[in-house]
Each structure stands twice: as C-alpha cells, then as structure tokens.
C-alpha cells in the first residue's frame, strides 16, 4: 500500500484538476488520511484532540508542513504554527501535551544546509569564527558524522544572515506563544545533513525561553544514530551548568535509508547504528539517563516508542526510581492510528501518554505520511501482541453480535 501510494502522490496524476486525481484525493481522505491524522484544519484537530481526550490519552498538535524553499512560505507556515497553539489554547485543559514544529518548515532547508555546513567546519575547525553565531549547548559529538562538510565553506552571505535572523524570530514568535499558552513546543528532528543547525536553533531558543524549572522548548534525539547518546550527555551537562531546564523527545529515528545511502554514496560508514539490536539499546539507554534526569532535576522527556518492550523497561524504571504516576515531566507518545495497545496500556498504568496528531489539507499531508511510513516501513508491520488482541477483540464482538 505505501509503494502504490508513493507511486500516485508522485505521478502526474496528481499535477493536474481531473476527475481521477479529485476521486483519488477523496479516497484516501476517507481511509488512509482518517486513520493517521487528526483533520485538514486546526478545527477538525481540535474535535479530534476532545475525542482522544476522552479516552484518556492526549494529543501533540502537529501541523505537517516541512522544507520549505523561501521566506513567504516560510511566514504563512509560522501562522499555521501560532494558530495551532491558539487553538490548543481553547481545548480541555491539559489535552494537549504539545505542539510539534519542524524547522524545514520556518527556515529555508537551503539555509540549514549552509549554517550546518559551516557549524559542522567549526567542529572540526574551532578557530573558524562565525560572527553570526549565538550561545548554544554543544551540537557535535567526538563520534558526530562531519562528513557531508568536505571542503570549506563560503561565509553567509549578508542576505543569508538575515534570512537566518528571519528564521531565528520566526522560532522565537513561535516559542512565546507557547510561554503565553503555558504548552510545549517539541522540535522534531530531521536528517543529519541539517541537524546541526536544527539543534543550534532549538538549544538557542531554550536558552532563551526554558526558565523557572518549566522547560518549554524540547529537542530531539533520534537514537538510531551512532552519536546520539553522547550528544544527549553533552547537551544536558551544558544545561545544567548554564541552569538551563531541558526537555528532549527521544525517538528511534525516521530518515535510515536516505542517510545510509548518501554515506555510502559519499564513501563514509552510515552514522546508524549496525543493527536494530544496537538502536533498542541506545533508545533505552537514553530513556534511562533521562527517566534518571527527571528524578533528580527540573528536566522532562517525551519518550516516543511503539516498541512494548521498550515501553515496559520506561515504565518499570520510573516506577523505581519514584517518578509518580501523572509526573508532567514524563509523557510516553505513540503515533495517531498506531500502536493503541500499548498506549491505553501505559495510561491505565496511570502515566500521561499522547499520540502524535498531524493535522493539514490532505495534499499537503499524504506525501509527508507517505514518507514516514516508507522510511518507518517496519512500523506497518503491527505487532504479535497487536494482532492477537485484535483477534480477541473481533471474537468477542462476533459473539456479542451473535448470542
């Protein structure tokens, strides 16, 4: 089903008005597109949000927009963004857990490339100066990938620091928008070829808005890369000594096959980790390290996972270190349409859990699923556990219906 979709979203099908295209829009509105995502509009989210609610779980309010190519387009998505929050204003208290924000979407993705190009040249050479450069936590690691910066860089040019500067307010609107809501605002990752000037945007925005033991600005960390738990370290322990409270969502990851391709391509080992044994073990071993920093400071995580065992070993160690059920500084994520076992597994255990909800008109939301799911392929596969309660489920009813 993800290859026939990515095969018409991607076909001249969908360049042109025509019956097909408008019969083929309205089918995946009503099956694919309602099963993933909360609506087209920031209002059918919100109805959604309050049906969530309901049932006990929360929702990260996600307008999927990304890589965006110019300032206009980059301004109409930041009031996307602020009407987002906004909105999460207006629902149930405490219904929203989040807003997600990825920076493609407020920055142009062909500046990120040049600012990362130029962080990663000063990693590797600490007397390169960039004038433009504000106070961040550390972005790289000793095991970090420099390898998509192989020749010196061009400074930025006067127009590209103000386009930065741009994006930078941009950011900044948007995070005290969040302070005025009182809801955090999570900054998705993306691929590493942008990642260090992701990371030095979301570090200088918390920095500047994560105060008084709330943090309200999360980075993430995507623990299928190599480097991931040493930057994690490296990030906190700067925190904590610049008295910063620091909020992470931790993830697997989502971009593995462009990112093993392009090392290869460039002749490099792939920054990611060998197998997936090695990626549970650095998810968990971040969890641990995060579940410990919440125990013993103002810090808070997301832990984003569809993996139970995973789950277990969370909820297990919050347990015994004596994080309380409710703790506002833990929350577990799944995403819409996805892994609801264990989801309403975590919340009748009594921890707060949310699922991450996309919301946008459909054409603008069906290729950045269809990407996800391509890149997430293994997640379609639902899991033994799924299956089996699934086939409970439509015994019992079967029954019901019956007798």
Known sequence: MVDFGMWVMNSRLM??????????????????????????????????????????????LVFAVEYTGDNDACDQNLKGFLDTVQSAMSLPPSSVSSVVVKITAICPISLLERVSDLLRWQQRYPSFNLPWKQNSFPLFSDSSPLYHTLKKPEPLTLQEEHDLQLGQERLWKLCEKSVQANIPLTVDAEKTAIQPAIDYLTYSAAIKYNKDDNP?????????????????????????????????????????????????????DSPIHNSIQETHACYNDCASFMLEKIANSSDAVILATHNVESGRLAATKALDLGIRKGNPKLEFAQLYGMSDALSFGLSNAGFLVSKYMPYGPVEKVIPYLLRRAEENRGLLSTSSIDKELMRKELKRRLKAAIF
């Open 15 to 60: 360049e042109t008005d025509n019956i097909l295209r408008a019969a083929m829009i309205k089918t995946v509105r009503h099956t694919f597109f309602e099963h993933f995502c909360a609506g087209e509009d920031v209002v059918e989210a919100g109805r959604c949000i309050k049906k969530v609610n309901e049932s006990g779980l929360r929702g990260m």
């Open 216 to 268: 309200i600005v999360y980075g993430t960390i995507q623990a299928y890369l190599k480097d991931a738990k040493e930057r994690l370290l490296l990030a906190t322990k700067a925190a904590d000594k610049m008295r910063v409270p620091m909020g992470f969502k931790v993830v697997r990851g989502a971009y593995m096959s462009s990112e093993s391709k392009l090392a290869s391509a460039l002749g490099y």
